[in-house]
């Protein structure tokens, strides 16, 4: 018999509905819906059928019921599960609150809270979150701030991050990066930069930035890649060539 095919609760010990305050009185059902079972489902369907007893449970031991609680309780009771000591609790109360109880979660010291307010928050409002100690809550919030706020992450130590920085940044910025050290970033960088910009990048280390030089900078700049010491950099520029002698 499988752990699910028993009605066990959250300290493992064998659920008695003779000695429950909702027998006769609440809708449930054994292995179903029921409060007092360990299996978040069967918590979340006795809320769904007796939603008017979620108050009650708010301050309830285990994390799993209050999370759930919380997710059919009386909206005007969730402020203070923000300072519960359960991240999921937190974010369950954060989700059903007005935006701006959820700032004070951009703090919040799980990851996993952090990454969801990001998601939520006015781009406005995510400013304080750029310098984040976690990688994927700076990525989130690269996705989603004013690009006038993204020189403050030109330099992030992850390149992830600049990645997303250089696909947004305007383009009379872009030369800011065109240095970095990982070539996936100059790349964006050498496919968003105004093609006159480009003379920049034709020394660049990378035949994947050349080869964007070879193909959209400036006519002698390109010329001059024809014996890249790439192959693809080379026929790209020869072919460049080519076609500026035709029209020629």
């Not at 008695?16 to 819906?33: F, T, W």
């Not at 750029?130 to 993204?150: E, F, G, N, T």
């Not at 990378?206 to 010329?223: D, H, I, T």
Request: aromatic share 6%; charged share 30%; net charge negative.
């Amino acid at each position: 018999m499988t752990d699910i095919d028993e009605a066990i609760d959250w300290r493992g010990e064998e659920v008695d509905c003779a000695a429950c305050p909702h027998l006769g009185v609440a809708e449930c059902i054994l292995k179903r819906a029921c409060v007092q079972d360990r299996y978040a489902r069967r918590i979340d369907r006795f809320f769904d059928w007796n939603t008017g007893l979620a108050n009650s449970y708010l301050a309830h031991p285990h994390f799993e019921v209050r999370a759930i609680a919380a997710k059919h309780a009386d909206i005007f009771r969730l402020p203070p599960l923000l300072d519960d000591e359960d991240e999921t609790v937190r974010w369950n109360a954060a989700r059903r609150l007005p935006d701006s109880y959820a700032l004070k979660l951009r703090q919040d010291p799980h990851r996993e809270v952090r990454i969801r307010v990001a998601t939520r928050l006015e781009m406005s409002d995510l400013a304080p979150m750029l310098a984040d100690c976690d990688y994927y809550v700076r990525l989130v919030v690269a996705r989603r701030v004013p690009p006038a706020l993204l020189l403050r992450l030109v330099q992030d130590p992850e390149a992830e991050v600049r990645r997303v920085v250089a696909s947004r940044l305007a383009p009379e910025q872009l030369l800011l990066m065109a240095k970095d050290v990982d070539e996936m970033v100059r790349r964006e960088v050498a496919q968003r930069l105004p093609a006159d910009l480009l003379s920049f990048l034709h020394e660049d280390e990378s035949w994947l930035v050349r080869l964007e030089v070879a193909q959209r900078g400036p006519y002698q700049v390109a010329l001059g890649l024809v014996e890249d010491q790439d192959p693809m950099v080379a026929e790209a520029a020869r072919a460049r060539a080519a076609k500026m002698r035709a029209v020629s």
